[in-house]
């Protein structure tokens, strides 16, 4: 049970007890390893909402229908038809999504019934992990429509993005693997340039910071500076939260 692995990992982290309440403190990295290794894959799957039920069902139809279009455009014109569907159409869909609704909640009730305390506390942890993670991704959508410069990137980013067309490799892990490679084979004078590059690049990164954070408190809009303080308090400081 993949649950029962998070649970051991919390076991290897920092945790204290007061009052009968678990707490945990969670690195940068260790959100990391939970968003990207550790998800209840034995629980029962969340549904899908009525929309990407009808995309799965008619995908294959639209699909034949407009050969012409790759799968994005395939996605935007299913997604512009199912907007344009009449209601008594997309209650098919929406009937059956109700259904899966409520089956899922009977089979969450019956599994998290089945959880022993420690992995009943590691399941509140990942969720907390995630929520935190979506919330940082949202914050980060804002930041970009409201037009943050893009940050700064290291010598190592810049070699990369320079080579990664004409690097050999079937995929992407592949050359950003042999890029790696590469890099460590590289003299200190080859390194110097890009070097140079990254420390260019910092400086103009810096510059579009001060313009973009003075354009915000001139427009009324000095909020938005506090997600980049509080997402840059976050991976200093860690927080620590009751999983109980």
Same mark, same amino acid.
């Given at each position: 049970?993949?649950? #029962?692995?998070?649970?051991?990992?919390?076991?290897?982290?920092?945790?204290?007890?007061?009052?009968?309440?678990?707490?945990?403190?969670?690195?940068?990295?260790? /959100?990391?390893?939970?968003?990207?290794?550790?998800?209840?894959?034995?629980?029962?799957?969340?549904?899908?909402?009525?929309?990407?039920?009808?995309?799965?069902?008619?995908? %294959?139809?639209?699909?034949?229908?407009?050969?012409?279009?790759?799968?994005?455009?395939?996605?935007?014109?299913? &997604?512009?038809?199912?907007? /344009?569907?009449?209601?008594? /159409?997309?209650?098919?869909?929406?009937?059956? #999504?109700?259904?899966?609704?409520?089956?899922?909640?009977?089979?969450?009730?019956?599994?998290?019934?089945?959880?022993?305390?420690? /992995?009943?506390?590691?399941?509140?942890?990942?969720?907390?992990?995630?929520?935190?993670?979506?919330?940082?991704?949202?914050?980060?959508?804002?930041?970009?429509?409201?037009?943050?410069?893009?940050?700064?990137?290291?010598?190592?980013?810049?070699?990369?993005?320079?080579?990664?067309?004409?690097?050999?490799?079937?995929?992407?892990?592949?050359?950003?693997?042999?890029?790696?490679?590469?890099?460590?084979?590289?003299? &200190?004078?080859?390194?110097?340039?890009?070097?140079?590059?990254?420390?260019? %690049?910092?400086?103009?990164?810096?510059?579009?910071?001060?313009?973009?954070?003075?354009?915000?408190?001139?427009?009324?809009?000095?909020?938005?500076?506090?997600?980049?303080?509080?997402?840059?308090?976050?991976?200093?400081?860690?927080?620590?939260?009751?999983?109980?």
């Amino acid at each position: 049970m993949a649950v #029962a692995l998070v649970a051991r990992l919390l076991a290897s982290v920092s945790v204290s007890g007061s009052r009968g309440l678990l707490r945990c403190t969670v690195t940068p990295s260790l /959100e990391k390893c939970f968003s990207k290794y550790f998800s209840s894959v034995s629980s029962p799957k969340r549904p899908l909402p009525s929309y990407l039920i009808f995309l799965n069902k008619q995908r %294959d139809f639209y699909k034949k229908k407009y050969p012409e279009l790759n799968s994005q455009q395939l996605t935007k014109e299913i &997604g512009r038809i199912w907007r /344009e569907l009449p209601q008594h /159409e997309k209650q098919h869909y929406e009937a059956i #999504a109700k259904s899966e609704r409520d089956k899922y909640k009977e089979q969450m009730a019956k599994y998290k019934s089945e959880l022993n305390p420690v /992995e009943e506390a590691a399941l509140k942890e990942e969720k907390r992990i995630r929520r935190q993670i979506r919330k940082q991704a949202k914050i980060k959508k804002e930041l970009t429509a409201f037009g943050k410069p893009k940050k700064n990137r290291s010598s190592f980013n810049i070699f990369v993005s320079e080579h990664f067309q004409e690097i050999k490799g079937t995929s992407n892990q592949e050359k950003f693997k042999a890029l790696c490679e590469e890099w460590k084979t590289l003299s &200190g004078f080859q390194k110097q340039t890009y070097s140079q590059l990254a420390e260019d %690049d910092k400086i103009r990164y810096e510059n579009e910071m001060r313009s973009w954070e003075e354009q915000m408190k001139a427009s009324g809009r000095g909020d938005v500076l506090n997600y980049k303080f509080k997402m840059t308090q976050k991976r200093q400081k860690p927080e620590t939260e009751p999983l109980s």
